[in-house]
């Protein structure tokens, strides 16, 4: 439909140019194509996330905020090379295949080695080191959609922890199926981490069909060879920063209400569900908050840097302000398909403004979950200091087809849903900017750890 | 659903090693499950094709046909080599890309051009040379999903002739919006036409989501330049062959009953639903005739080689076999989901057999429709020189998300829509391979042409 409209609106010769988005439109839709199409991919570290950086000061600026600003920290970089995967023996055949981030390289003409099959990673940590050594270990898993998206922190450990257990039992090299739940040879790539003393070895994702297709070669019963070829590029320190912007309060000593998303990306995708939607969704929201009148506390937007490799921008931000009193934090970091339950980390005394958020987000279909919330990536290390926080929570039914693939773009994203996210944002952000209770009095909690 | 099963079915060390499946098992899956896993993607005149042949000798042998054989011809030879595109200004990110069956080279190192993007193929069609010579063409269309695949035809244009028209007009090389209906960043890749007397410049497609960007970029009204590189090599000549096996007949002099599908495949994927579907339907709706009883006619079952770079194995089988006589040809080549509607061409003095295949395939939710049955693109020579044709349309409503690219795999086949299909078939054979009409009178026609 989307694609239509914009064909018939093109003239003979598309060159001839269009207008861009009208001012005075709702920013969401607006910032979420403009930073996917005018930046696209925005790696952490990499020129493009600076690019979008640039991108964010001007379109911030431009929409009223105070204190727009850039908080600046370095990272680690790494960058995908050449990748490709492919059955030598029985049946000759290339595989979908892409480096995970941190993964080693194998040499230039590629690495190719017998198999070691595992259908979990559980089998792989209880394999002996010589069914192991010198192999490409395959590790496969049995993930599912889940509305709340749980099944990413239980089998997303393959991932997280597979290669460092492949590396320590010898493997040459490890390729685990995507952690995802679509079926398409997207393979979905993502951090992995090789602790102190492990040294990293080729890590790579196959596309959910591609693992099929291994898992059904592997079971023929004959030896599987595979070749590997995969040349990131590791090492060095990049800058990286925060986008700062806010919505001043009326109430210094009410503390700080800070929200978010993270606008650097993986390389894949143009990064709009993960996370052009939440930078989009929290910047619309408090724009209208702005538009409405000053709320008692300010509201702090950032949009975080270097997220994808492991949070830094949340760390560099925590270090950075732990000292100023944060009254509540709140992250929109999962898509942006409707909000359907919210969870909170409120103070005792505070209980009357769970009841009234669960009142006014009732009309939206939102429902009160029995969770406490955690604040998601980047604002999570105030919750777990103790800062109080509210998660509005996206279904998460489909967020891992998408979840750090190529096919991670804009079309994607359902404007009537982006929506739902926006006005649900502004009716928490009206509660708790004004809220009479006092948000820094964060001993206990409301909600069940 | 499958995943899970074949999940739990496995050892922890999956190279323990599982059975083929059971040689009495109805073969449609099993031959549609092998040729995509024991031979992966098929292309025109290459190794693993000659390999595909031997494992249809071998398979066809087992099933108990008769006279199984392998008719040889030479193919013009064309292989993928090293693809990437990218948008070098005004916003640098990279774009989803794959050439197209026939494409000229870049340099190894990649051509860099300016944009010329025309919203459809009458519009680079009415475009002057000056508009063109030099640039890199864009050309986009308005695809949409159709039950019947009517679309293919009519936006397919932009593939079959566009790389020829932007070459008449001096283009540097073309990217069209693939020829597809899906969203996802996989292109679709297909044969193009240079005619004699045009040089080959280098023709690929963007994913859909890829022509959307660059859709919207151009939109912005600056300049956009693209960096394309594409290494195909092409020449020489090749070996492909057609895999014949059949079910004889009592009465040879009631004619030759020729059906199947095409055992070539594009690169990209394996080959499930183009066209892997097609010959396991056929294959095995003969091999139920088999086991029933010894029919009228000799029922020949024909996997074509070489179908996907201009339909040569049916060409080859038409040269060779012409002065034979075909009482019908009936061909399986859009995937398997459920066939919808029978179409006929069938003489006057068979008005009987139409009616009684509408009553036989009524049960299955098969509709009779208006038009006349063409018979596919290898057996399509049959129809147009006047030979009885049957088709069996399949919902063409998703083929057209997974035609040609990466994702054409077995996933993406409803086991229980693929033996809808065996079930129509083997009806219409029993019919056709029985009808006591004399069907080698084929001056008049049934169907409305």
Same mark, same amino acid.
């Given at each position: 439909m989307r694609r239509l409209r914009l064909l018939f609106a093109l003239p003979l010769l598309l060159a001839a140019g269009a207008p861009m988005p009208p001012p005075g439109a709702d920013p969401a839709w607006s910032i979420l194509e403009g930073l996917t199409t005018e930046i696209g991919p925005r790696p952490a570290g990499s020129d493009a996330e600076a690019r979008a950086r640039a991108w964010a000061v001007a379109r911030l600026t431009a929409l009223g905020f105070s204190n727009v600003r850039v908080e600046p920290? +370095?990272?680690?970089?790494?960058?995908?090379? %050449?990748?490709?995967?492919?059955v030598t023996a029985p049946f000759p055949q290339p595989l979908a295949v892409t480096a995970l981030? *941190? &993964?080693?390289?194998?040499?230039? =003409?590629? /690495?190719?080695?017998?198999?070691?099959?595992?259908? =979990? $990673?559980?089998? /792989?940590?209880?394999a002996p080191a010589e069914a192991v050594a010198g192999r490409i270990v395959y590790v496969g898993h049995a993930m599912a959609p889940t509305q709340d998206g749980s099944g990413y922190g239980q089998y997303g450990a393959a991932r997280f922890r597979g290669p460092a257990i492949a590396a320590g039992k010898g493997a040459a090299a490890?390729?685990?199926? &995507?952690?995802? !739940? #679509?079926?398409?040879? $997207?393979?979905? @790539?993502?951090?992995?981490?090789?602790?102190?003393g492990v040294a990293p070895i080729p890590a790579a994702a196959l596309a959910n069909p591609d693992a099929d297709q291994l898992e059904r070669i592997v079971a023929r019963g004959r030896p599987v060879r595979l070749r590997l070829v995969l040349t990131p590029l590791a090492g060095g320190q990049r800058p990286s920063g925060n986008v700062i912007a806010e919505v001043p309060g009326t109430d210094p000593a009410a503390g700080i209400v800070?929200?978010?998303?993270? $606008? #650097? &990306?993986? +390389? /894949?995708? %143009?990064?709009?569900? #993960? *996370?052009?939607?939440?930078?989009?969704i929290t910047?619309?929201?408090a724009r209208r908050i702005l538009d409405e009148r000053r709320p008692r506390? !300010?509201?702090? /937007?950032?949009?975080?840097?270097?997220?994808?490799?492991?949070g830094l921008g949340g760390r560099a931000y925590f270090e950075r302000h732990r000292a100023e009193p944060h009254a509540l934090v709140a992250e929109s970091d999962f898509g942006a398909d409707r909000i359907w339950r919210f969870q909170t980390r409120l103070p005792a005394a505070a209980a009357g403004l769970a009841d009234r958020l669960e009142q006014a987000l009732a009309p939206f279909g939102i429902v009160r979950g029995r969770g406490t919330a955690n604040a998601g990536a980047d604002l999570g290390p105030w919750a777990r200091a103790g800062t109080n926080a509210i998660d509005l929570n996206q279904d998460g039914t489909r967020y891992f087809d998408l979840h750090?693939?190529? +096919?991670? @773009?804009? +079309?994607?994203? #359902?404007?009537?849903? $982006?929506?739902? *996210?926006v006005a649900a944002w502004t009716a928490m952000l009206r509660l708790v900017g004004d809220a009479p209770e006092d948000l820094l009095n964060q001993n206990s909690l409301t909600g069940t750890p």
């Open positions: 920290f +370095d990272v680690p970089y790494w960058a995908r090379g %050449t990748e490709s995967a492919a981030g *941190n &993964s080693g390289a194998t040499p230039p =003409s590629g /690495l190719e080695a017998p198999v070691a099959a595992f259908a =979990s $990673l559980a089998a /792989l940590d209880a490890i390729i685990i199926r &995507s952690i995802g !739940t #679509d079926r398409h040879r $997207l393979p979905h @790539t993502g951090q992995t981490v090789f602790p102190d800070a929200i978010g998303g993270h $606008l #650097d &990306s993986w +390389d /894949l995708g %143009t990064g709009a569900i #993960d *996370n052009a939607a939440g930078v989009a910047a619309a929201a506390r !300010t509201i702090r /937007l950032i949009w975080f840097g270097a997220e994808e490799i492991g750090h693939t190529a +096919d991670d @773009t804009i +079309d994607k994203i #359902d404007p009537a849903q $982006l929506e739902q *996210n």
